[in-house]
């Protein structure tokens, strides 16, 4: 089983719905991100969470909420889900960067997302 | 402003050696990364620069030159599975990363 896991994998959606994507993981890692990813573009961060306490907005936050369940689950909300919010969405985890831990992200599988 | 660049594309020959490179103007230095990501797939981690210089990682390795704002990813013994996209990403802080728009590397029997 993978160690960051994201449901659904794939989803159809209709404008104005609200749509909810969960991502658990099992690392123990306390960081946890929301990023999308679209055609030609780097990832961009949405949101981030360092602790189940601690939520902070990213460079893209406008129209998406989070919510941090607990230290495992993370998830990320789309209020009214609108077109240009098609793309593909990925959860990471990771440790913070301390000695010889370089802080890297461990991602999950992705959630591919269409608004109609 | 904060940007990354690297190529869109390039194409290679199995079993040949192909560079990767990755200029970069930021506000902050704490690393240099890059990641592999298949078609439809997560990104993975391959290599991390700290300090300038190259280092080596069975057939992949990675320079970096932070007076310059540059690195490169080098990929030796070509296979057709290195068919991937390679990202280039800059933490410029404690867990801030700015991701550059990746390379798609073709490889050709």
């Known amino acids: 089983d993978a160690d960051v896991t994201q449901t659904p994998r794939n989803r159809i959606t209709k404008t104005g719905k609200r749509i909810m994507l969960e991502c658990s993981q099992t690392?123990?890692?306390?960081?946890m991100y929301w990023y999308r990813q679209d055609p030609g573009l780097g990832l961009r961060l949405i949101y981030y969470s360092f602790d189940v306490k601690d939520i902070n907005k990213g460079e893209i936050s406008d129209g998406y909420s989070v919510s941090r369940q607990a230290q495992a689950k993370f998830s990320l909300s789309l209020e009214s889900a609108i077109p240009n919010q098609t793309a593909l969405y990925f959860c990471?985890?990771?440790?913070?960067?301390?000695?010889?831990?370089?802080?890297?992200?461990?991602f999950g599988e992705g959630s591919r997302l269409t608004v109609l | 402003g904060q940007n990354i660049d690297q190529p869109t594309e390039m194409t290679a020959t199995e079993g040949a050696i192909v560079q990767i490179n990755c200029t970069y103007q930021?506000?902050?230095?704490?690393?240099l990364f890059w990641y592999q990501q298949h078609a439809g797939e997560a990104p993975t981690f391959l290599s991390y620069n700290v300090l300038d210089g190259l280092e080596e990682k069975g057939r992949f390795s990675s320079f970096l030159s932070r007076s310059k704002g540059y690195s490169y990813l080098l990929l030796k013994e070509l296979q057709m599975k290195d068919s991937a996209s390679y990202l280039c990403a800059v933490r410029d802080g404690d867990y801030q990363l700015i991701w550059g728009a990746g390379t798609k590397l073709i490889i050709k029997p």
């Open positions: 930021t506000s902050g230095f704490n690393g």
């Open positions: 990471a985890t990771s440790d913070p960067q301390t000695g010889e831990n370089t802080g890297e992200l461990f």
């Open positions: 690392k123990g890692h306390d960081r």
